[in-house]
Structures are given as structure tokens and as C-alpha cells.
């Protein structure tokens, strides 16, 4: 099991930014914490483990739960703000899929926010997963479905609003990836020889600022960040302007948009 290319990519496009993540996106992720959680039977003694713990909420919201919290993510800064935010975790530290610092059968449970979609191999990162939770346990994941749901999909109406071209960046070897569908993500569970596997789309509304969800991108974060931070400011302007308009069916009467969007939650047992 070796880094990816595109592994390399993703984390080096994280790099130092997990205030900048904490800041935005952080509250959209955040929403399926609670279901992802009831999905891996997560409660009081269960020991966990958060792979992909970005600023900590999933294990913040285990932790409250009474659960016995291990949490890793693969870039430092997440691995600081988490420490800072979660300090009843029993540990927090340093580590990526595939290839995770623990012995087979160490958790009652699994879980991975939206990191599996972030993987250059997802079929080696969910064998990971069941490797180091023990038979009988739990594994829950979430991804981003494809095609993208409004919230995501609104930035490529802005920049084609605005006629800023969009660069192509690197992504999975088609041979290791999956569709990003329930099938999909279902199937990339089966493959792994999981056992009671399930997969539904969660929808809801973002409720967020319009600053907030403009400046998470403005500093980088996500695909429409590449795209903001390599603007000069006369672009930057315009493609602003864009935002503005495109944003503005969506802004609610106090002002804050409230943007439909979807996940997929899969979950399944170690046999």
C-alpha cells in the first residue's frame, strides 16, 4: 500500500489551512457527525476511531457520547486544532489511510467523514478500516455523491458566470476508484468483504453566511479554492461579482444562504 500521486496532492492542497476549513466548510461536513455516529453504534465504552478528524467534530460528538476516542488525520494542523478541541480524546495524532499505527482488531468501531473521497485508494483505505476494527465491529463512512449536489455544483455556475476557465487537477487511477453513487459506495463496502452493508443519501439545507462560504474558497479550500487564490484581483472582482448573483435565489430573508445538498453514509459490520 503506497501513497498515491494523488494522495500527494491532497494533502499538500491542505497543507497549514485547518483554521481557514474550521472557519467554512467545517459546518457543512459537520451535519451527518450524529448519523454517522448511530451507523457504527457508536455510545458509552465503545472505542472509536476517527480516521480523517479534520477539526475534530465527529470526535468531539463521540467523545460527548461517552465513547472512548482515538482520532488521526493526515495533516498537522487538523491534528493541533483537534487536540485543542477535543482533549477527552484518548489520543490524537499524526496518520493516514491506508496505512494506520494500530494492530488488527483495536476498535469497536470505525468511522470516516468525508475522507474517503479524499483517498487515492479507496479500496485499500476501507480494507484498513476493517483491518483494525475487531469482528463484530463497525465501520461508517461518508462521502460526496457525483453528480454534485447544488451546493457544490453553484461555484462551476459562478465561474462560468464570471468566464474563468477551471484547471484540471489531479484524481484517482481509474482503475482504484468507484462510482460515487450508493451502488458505488455500497459495492466499495461488499468489496471489502463487509458484512450487513448499507448505504443512504442524507439531504439537507446549508444554512451559512455568504462571507463564510465565499472565504473558505477565497483562502484556499476545496477544488473552487485552486481556482480563487491563482486570480489576479481585477478576476478575483468579477468572479465576486458572480458569486453574488448566483448566490442570490438561495439567500433566505435573514440574509444567509441556504444551499440543498446531499451525502451518502454507508455503513457495515466486520465479520
Given at each position: 500500500?503506497?501513497?498515491?500521486?494523488y494522495?500527494?496532492?491532497?494533502?499538500s492542497?491542505?497543507s497549514?489551512?485547518?483554521?481557514?476549513?474550521?472557519?467554512?466548510?467545517?459546518?457543512?461536513?459537520?451535519?451527518?457527525?450524529?448519523?454517522?455516529l448511530?451507523?457504527?453504534?457508536?455510545?458509552?465504552?465503545?472505542?472509536?476511531?476517527?480516521?480523517?478528524?479534520?477539526?475534530?467534530?465527529?470526535?468531539?460528538?463521540a467523545?460527548?457520547?461517552?465513547a472512548?476516542v482515538?482520532?488521526?488525520?493526515?495533516?498537522?494542523?487538523m491534528?493541533?486544532?483537534?487536540?485543542?478541541?477535543?482533549?477527552?480524546?484518548?489520543?490524537?495524532?499524526?496518520?493516514?489511510?491506508?496505512?494506520?499505527?494500530?494492530?488488527?482488531?483495536?476498535?469497536?468501531a470505525?468511522?470516516?467523514?468525508?475522507?474517503?473521497?479524499?483517498?487515492?485508494?479507496?479500496?485499500?483505505?476501507?480494507?484498513?478500516l476493517?483491518?483494525?476494527?475487531?469482528p463484530?465491529?463497525?465501520i461508517a463512512?461518508?462521502i460526496?455523491p457525483?453528480?454534485p449536489?447544488?451546493?457544490?455544483?453553484?461555484?462551476?455556475?459562478?465561474?462560468?458566470?464570471?468566464?474563468?476557465?477551471r484547471?484540471?487537477?489531479?484524481?484517482?487511477?481509474a482503475?482504484?476508484?468507484?462510482?460515487?453513487?450508493p451502488?458505488?459506495?455500497?459495492?466499495?463496502?461488499?468489496?471489502?468483504?463487509?458484512?450487513?452493508?448499507?448505504?443512504?443519501?442524507?439531504?439537507?439545507a446549508?444554512?451559512?453566511?455568504p462571507?463564510?462560504?465565499?472565504n473558505?474558497?477565497?483562502?484556499?479550500?476545496?477544488?473552487?479554492?485552486?481556482?480563487?487564490?491563482?486570480?489576479?484581483?481585477?478576476?478575483?472582482?468579477?468572479?465576486?461579482?458572480?458569486?453574488?448573483?448566483?448566490t442570490a435565489?438561495?439567500?433566505?430573508a435573514?440574509?444567509?444562504?441556504?444551499?440543498?445538498?446531499?451525502?451518502?453514509?454507508a455503513?457495515?459490520?466486520?465479520?
Amino acid at each position: 500500500m503506497t501513497t498515491t500521486a494523488y494522495d500527494e496532492y491532497v494533502r499538500s492542497h491542505w497543507s497549514g489551512r485547518a483554521a481557514a476549513y474550521d472557519r467554512s466548510l467545517a459546518a457543512l461536513c459537520a451535519h451527518p457527525a450524529s448519523s454517522l455516529l448511530d451507523a457504527a453504534h457508536v455510545g458509552a465504552g465503545t472505542r472509536v476511531l476517527d480516521v480523517g478528524t479534520g477539526s475534530g467534530t465527529v470526535a468531539g460528538s463521540a467523545s460527548a457520547r461517552g465513547a472512548v476516542v482515538v482520532a488521526v488525520d493526515a495533516e498537522p494542523s487538523m491534528v493541533e486544532l483537534t487536540r485543542r478541541r477535543v482533549p477527552s480524546a484518548e489520543e490524537v495524532r499524526l496518520a493516514a489511510l491506508p496505512r494506520l499505527p494500530f494492530t488488527s482488531g483495536s476498535f469497536d468501531a470505525a468511522v470516516a467523514n468525508f475522507v474517503i473521497n479524499h483517498v487515492g485508494d479507496p479500496r485499500a483505505a476501507v480494507d484498513e478500516l476493517r483491518r483494525v476494527v475487531r469482528p463484530a465491529g463497525r465501520i461508517a463512512v461518508t462521502i460526496w455523491p457525483d453528480p454534485p449536489p447544488e451546493a457544490q455544483s453553484l461555484w462551476g455556475e459562478v465561474f462560468d458566470a464570471a468566464g474563468v476557465g477551471r484547471p484540471s487537477a489531479p484524481t484517482v487511477d481509474a482503475d482504484r476508484d468507484f462510482p460515487r453513487t450508493p451502488d458505488g459506495l455500497g459495492g466499495l463496502l461488499d468489496a471489502a468483504g463487509l458484512a450487513d452493508v448499507r448505504c443512504e443519501t442524507i439531504t439537507w439545507a446549508h444554512r451559512t453566511d455568504p462571507e463564510a462560504w465565499w472565504n473558505g474558497p477565497a483562502n484556499g479550500i476545496s477544488k473552487p479554492g485552486l481556482v480563487l487564490v491563482a486570480q489576479p484581483p481585477d478576476v478575483l472582482a468579477r468572479i465576486r461579482a458572480a458569486y453574488d448573483e448566483v448566490t442570490a435565489p438561495y439567500r433566505d430573508a435573514d440574509g444567509l444562504l441556504a444551499l440543498p445538498t446531499a451525502a451518502l453514509l454507508a455503513s457495515a459490520t466486520v465479520p
